[in-house]
Nanobody, 127 residues
Framework: QVQLVESGGGLVQTGGSLRLSCAASGRTFSSYAMGWFRQAPGKEREFVASINWSGGLTYYTASVKGRFTISRDNAKNTVYLQMNNPKHEDTAVYYC????????????????????WGQGTQVTVSS
């Protein structure tokens, strides 16, 4: 099973930028679709973005489209989430995950659609 470790979270001002990283162990990273999810206090975990194995296809939830960018470097076994112009409502714990298939996830996250989760990294957006 792939082990995932997120980093790069912290405090960021609205209108600023932040880049999250997710480092994966194992030699099969390039075969996985990858996703970023987030969970705010008192809310369900929700989908943010996903990317297919090659990086050629990306998907976003509507609220972050045009502001966030998911990318991956298979040589470094790492997936990234570039957060530009964050808003207060983006405050959450962000998790990366391996996915059965890349795409947009609506509603509750199905356990069967996720292989492994990272431990999460806190992002706090201040005004």
């Amino acid at each position: 099973q792939v082990q995932l470790v997120e980093s790069g979270g912290g405090l960021v001002q609205t209108g600023g930028s932040l880049r999250l990283s997710c480092a994966a162990s194992g030699r099969t990273f390039s075969s996985y679709a990858m996703g970023w999810f987030r969970q705010a206090p008192g809310k369900e975990r929700e989908f943010v973005a996903s990317i297919n194995w090659s990086g050629g296809l990306t998907y976003y939830t509507a609220s972050v489209k045009g502001r966030f960018t998911i990318s991956r470097d298979n040589a470094k076994n790492t997936v990234y989430l570039q957060m530009n112009n964050p808003k207060h409502e983006d405050t959450a714990v962000y998790y990366c995950a391996t996915m059965v298939v890349a795409g947009v996830v609506t509603g509750a996250v199905s356990p069967g659609s996720i292989g492994s989760w990272g431990q999460g990294t806190q992002v706090t957006v201040s005004s």
